[in-house]
């Protein structure tokens, strides 16, 4: 599986980026797709998940309320809209996936197993 982050960049504080992710290779029916951020001198953190049907999704407490993700099959891609931004929201964030053996199953989020290489968010203040 190959995934391709975009949508980065430098913003300032309350503004709002969308970031997508677009998915390909892909051998199975289900994925479960996930953003996860790292930023500078921490561990990667979970942001948010959601199932292959798109019905069931995860946040983490920091953003629950302020962003959204979100999927089109069709496309192969996710997005994670992110409103009211925060300085602490600056990392690169990564889209991650996990083959599943439902379309409604939301595997643990340390499982995810193929990575992207991640774009860069900066909030200004």
């Known amino acids: 599986v190959q995934l391709v982050e975009s949508g980065g960049g430098l913003v300032q504080a309350g503004s709002s980026l969308r970031l997508s992710c677009a998915a390909s290779?892909?051998?199975?029916?289900?994925?479960?797709m996930g953003w996860f951020r790292q930023a500078p001198g921490k561990e990667r953190e979970f942001v948010a998940t959601?199932?292959?049907?798109?019905?069931?999704?995860n946040y983490a407490d920091s953003v629950k309320g302020r962003f959204t993700i979100s999927r089109d099959n069709a496309k192969n891609t996710v997005y994670l809209q992110m409103n009211s931004l925060k300085p602490e929201d600056t990392a690169v964030y990564y889209c991650?996936?996990?083959?599943?053996?439902?379309?409604?199953?939301?595997?643990?989020?340390?499982?995810?197993?193929?990575w992207g290489q991640g774009t860069q968010v900066t909030v200004s203040s």
């Open positions: 991650a996936s996990k083959e599943t053996y439902s379309s409604i199953f939301l595997p643990p989020t340390a499982s995810y197993n193929d």
């Open positions: 290779g892909r051998t199975a029916r289900n994925y479960a």
């Open positions: 959601i199932t292959q049907s798109g019905t069931g999704t």
